[in-house]
């Protein structure tokens, strides 16, 4: 299916960057909390364009929207974020059209993910759907879009097991510590930040050791609470931080801080101890290695396990693929469609005007004219010929724009076309 199926101004691009191409530093950068994707919207509003939606995780931030350029988007990132456009020119990506619409179905269903399979992005898209339609900034190009990426997604969940077994960055992470650290049942546990990624490490390290032996940190102390009644963990205060580290085995880092909170300047040590960071931005601070018997490990580390479960997650591969490609069809045609419907409409309009002005003439001149029969014959005549006008612009071969803007200009037709 052509490229052309959209409109030619503004173009539908996505521009962003993701675990493949940029590392934990990189896109940490370019991380934007959601005091960062408000403004970015606001800003979209302020400088006219009239439909994107922003996604950030630990492994990807992107806009997809509209702009008469991608460079529109490019430097929206980047005026809300510590990113520069010379360091996106050297890791990010740039696609439109069909290739931007492909790319949200491959990432919305999980096969685009830092570990295959796993779902927890579409969320993040139906959130920012819903963050931009709040701002306005949605158009119905988009939202059937988001719909029809959540329907792929939801399809794939209940029809392949491409989700099957445990596997994500906070179980990852817990088998790390499994593997690397000798009787951890009886070792000191400290979980600083009580996100998803912490909330899902935490729950479990409770299924595999003693929860006496967890302690959970937080800014925000009540979040922390919440979360320890339900698993039955300790809770201290986050004034206490460096104190619990001192008398940890294991530190597990999963804050939304935009900067390191633990450097080697807290770290008092006298004893190993092993530090995880699950936080993008990094929000431990390199200088932590510095100091005798630290191991810090970050999450693109975890994220490269290749073991049983992820080898069969790929055999599902291509069941999942089949059924984007089924939806994305749907999707296509209907852009398709949507794009050259005002022609089709003003093509029989403009048909039976010529039919009305030659009706008249004829009742003039025919004395016993026919009415009911040429009004029935000219119909169909019509139906005719703008169903074979329609059957030429759905055509997948048919190069759409260039065949509206030629039957425009031989019937002489106004039509109103937009993004809406």
Known sequence: MENSTFAKHPTFYVVGLSYKKADAEMRGRFSLDEQAKSNLLLQAKQEGLESLIVTSTCNRTEIYGFAQHPFQLIKLLCENSNGTVEDFQKIAFVYKNKEAVSHMFRVGTGLDSQILGDFEIISQIKNAFLLSKEHKLTNNFLERLVNAVIQASKKIKTETDISSGATS?????VRYIFQNVENIADKNILLFGTGKIG???CENLVKHTKHEHITLIN??????????RKLHVIVKDYTDLQLEIQKADVVIVATGAQNPTVDKDILNLKKPLLILDLSIPKNVHNNVELIEGVTLVHMDQLAQITDETLENRKKHIPAAEAIIEEIMEEFMAWTKQRKFAPTIHALKAKLNSIKEGELNFQRKKISNFDEEQAELI???????????FANHLKDDETMVDESIEWIEKIFQLETATSNE
Do not use: G
């Open 169 to 173: 960055v906070s179980f990852a992470a």
């Open 199 to 201: 909330r899902n490490t």
């Open 219 to 228: 800014r925000t102390k009540d979040k922390a609470e919440r979360l320890a």
């Open 378 to 388: 000219s119909a169909r005549i019509i139906q005719k010929i703008t169903n074979h």
